[in-house]
């Protein structure tokens, strides 16, 4: 991070990021989820909520009701930080039958036509428009092959479909192919190495701290909703930016206090606190450099305000307020 300025915290406002209680972490909070095959994603959310008592959760991308993995869920205003993880990349395990008995060669040839940019019209059972689009395959390889059973790992773009994947590579081949099993292993950063729970685990944990007050098991499983973000650059704003922010202002130069390194005019970053709570996301208006050197005007455009109003003191002024100011002058 690059210093552009230096101020203090007032620590009777807001909450280190990762100091949050329960009662916190559920209206910020991040449930990395190991999804089973059966229930739909939507039925997903529904449950956590019910279970939580929560109002408000969401997921970071559906996943159809056979498919099992990874599934990040956003608690409460934590929902408002799950679309970055929307457009990032994401892994799967396909397992697949293939028609037909391909050699070596050809299995390794397919891999190779199949990777980078690819040609793909969704399936007939699908949630948008049947039209041809582009989706980049980043990663295709093949883990193991009995007869005609395959098992691929697939590194792609989000909007891909992996059982259309299965059934072009078997076309290609001559005689078709099926996809037969499916699991997300990754989404975004997140991948099968982060603890993955069960709804099982988060009803017990969750029983465990309205029952006997123990919270030990619940912190565990719920994340600081900044952990969403962690992918994106970051500003370091002061506390008198804060609320200014929640209300819709755009970031002036004067409010910042550091800026990550290499920063570039229209990114998108995360607004922290200096506790490390995201306030924000906001678009770069100009790049770090010219941060560093000007010292004044809006450096940064608000997104998507996360952070609820109020939770620092107000310490701006409206033009409503400097109008009537003037007027009583």
């Given amino acids: 991070m690059i210093s552009i300025d230096d101020d203090t915290t007032d620590e009777n406002y807001?909450?280190?990021?990762?100091?949050?209680?329960?009662?916190?972490?559920?209206?910020?909070?991040?449930?990395?989820?190991?999804?089973?095959?059966?229930?739909?994603s939507h039925e997903v959310v529904a449950w956590t909520k019910r279970?939580?008592?929560?109002?408000?959760?969401?997921?970071?991308?559906?996943?159809?009701?056979?498919?099992?993995?990874?599934?990040?869920?956003?608690?409460?205003?934590g929902t408002k930080a799950l679309g970055v993880l929307l457009f990032g990349p994401k892994?799967?395990?396909a397992l697949g039958r293939l028609h037909s008995l391909p050699s070596k060669e050809q299995l390794d040839d397919i891999l190779n036509q199949f990777t980078g940019d690819i040609y793909q019209r969704p399936p007939q059972r699908s949630a948008v428009s049947r039209q041809t689009r582009i989706r980049r395959i980043f990663e295709l390889?093949?883990?193991e092959q009995k007869?005609?059973?395959?098992?691929?790992?697939v590194l792609c773009e989000a909007g891909t479909y992996i059982r259309k994947l299965l059934y072009d590579f078997g076309e290609v081949l001559g005689h078709g192919g099926t996809m037969i099993e499916l699991r997300r292993t990754?989404?975004?950063?997140?991948?099968?190495?982060?603890?993955?729970?069960?709804?099982?685990e988060v009803a017990d944990a969750f029983a465990t701290w309205k029952e006997k007050k123990d919270d030990s098991l619940l912190l565990q499983l719920i994340h600081p909703i900044e952990y969403t973000l962690s992918e994106l650059k970051s500003v370091v704003i002061r506390d008198s930016a804060v609320d200014a922010l929640c209300h819709g202002a755009q970031l002036a130069i004067p409010g910042i206090l550091k800026i990550s390194a290499n920063l570039q005019q229209s990114e998108l970053v995360g607004v922290y606190t200096q506790k490390g709570e995201i306030v924000a996301l906001a678009q770069s208006t100009m790049s770090g450099e010219d941060i560093q050197k000007i010292p004044k005007g809006h450096a940064f455009e608000t997104k998507r305000i996360i952070m609820e109003a109020n939770t620092y003191p107000k310490r701006w002024k409206s033009q409503a307020t400097i109008k009537e100011k003037l007027q009583s002058t």
């Fill in 51 to 77: 279970i939580l008592e929560i109002p408000k959760a969401g997921h970071s991308g559906t996943l159809d009701p056979q498919v099992s993995g990874v599934l990040p869920l956003g608690l409460g205003e």
């Fill in 141 to 143: 390889e093949l883990l």
């Fill in 147 to 153: 007869e005609r059973l395959i098992l691929l790992r």
């Fill in 91 to 93: 892994e799967y395990h």
């Fill in 14 to 40: 807001g909450t280190y990021f990762d100091k949050r209680s329960v009662e916190q972490l559920l209206k910020f909070g991040l449930i990395l989820l190991d999804k089973p095959p059966g229930p739909t």
């Fill in 186 to 200: 990754r989404v975004g950063q997140f991948d099968e190495s982060y603890p993955l729970v069960t709804l099982h």
